[in-house]
């Protein structure tokens, strides 16, 4: 069984620039969610993809946005970089069987320094 | 939408003694209710959950317990030993998905 695996590891963008973040499921996960993690808080929920679609958002701006592929992987799209921006995003994976979900599992996450 | 609340924010225990972990949640329509591990440097790893048709689960040194009336549960950890040390944070959520997080627990085991 494969892990959640995301990708660059860490990553150095100016203010106003664009970044995409990409995250592997776990073997047979169907459902990916994205978090941002600041320095010493909890994560925040972001969105949520469940077969291709956009399940569920936080309290996020239109500069975020994603996308789920057929293999279940996914992208997060943040346009605009501002500092504030600056933080750990992490993906999970779960399986997830219509109206129920299962227990989520982490990426090792993706540094994102906004200079 | 759902306010996770948690304390303490910093907890030091001797090696051997318990530690306990409380949250509150504000949505009493939230009906899981899972505690992750974060180690400095590394991903948050689920260690146990809970859902709201179950008072109390236990996986060997570490429970859970839920109030579904007050709106709380907390984490129990028995026995604590040095690789206890980390962050545990709380979380809630209807249907498993859009986790609340707590702020997190700094938990540090003396030897």
């Known amino acids: 069984e494969t892990g959640v695996t995301q990708s660059p590891t860490h990553l150095i963008k100016t203010r106003g620039q664009q970044v995409t973040l990409r995250c592997s499921s776990q073997?047979?996960?169907?459902?990916v969610s994205w978090y941002q993690q600041a320095l010493g808080q909890g994560p925040q929920f972001i969105f949520q993809?469940?077969?291709?679609?956009?399940?569920g958002r936080g309290n996020f701006p239109p500069r975020f946005s994603g996308l789920q592929f057929p293999n279940y992987s996914s992208e997060l799209n943040v346009n605009a970089l501002e500092l504030d921006d600056s933080a750990l995003y992490l993906c999970?994976?779960?399986?997830?069987?219509?109206?129920?979900?299962?227990?989520?599992?982490f990426g090792p996450g993706t540094r994102l320094t906004v200079t | 939408g759902e306010n996770v609340e948690q304390h303490p924010s910093t907890l030091s225990v001797q090696e051997g003694d318990s530690a306990v972990i409380k949250c509150t949640y504000s949505?009493?329509?939230?009906?899981?209710f899972p505690w992750y591990k974060q180690e400095l440097g590394k991903r948050p790893q689920l260690i146990i959950d809970?859902?709201?048709?179950?008072g109390e689960k236990k996986d060997q040194r570490i429970a859970v317990t839920l109030n579904k009336t007050a709106k709380h549960f907390s984490l129990h950890i028995t026995e604590t030993q040095p690789e206890d040390s980390a962050v545990y944070f709380c979380?809630?959520?209807?249907?498993?998905?859009?986790?609340?997080f707590g702020a997190g627990t700094t938990v540090t085991v003396r030897a």
């Open positions: 809970i859902r709201s048709n179950v």
């Open positions: 073997s047979g996960h169907n459902t």
């Open positions: 979380a809630a959520s209807i249907v498993d998905y859009k986790l609340s």
């Open positions: 993809y469940y077969r291709e679609e956009e399940n």
């Open positions: 999970a994976s779960s399986l997830g069987v219509a109206g129920e979900r299962h227990e989520q599992y």
């Open positions: 949505d009493s329509a939230s009906n899981y």
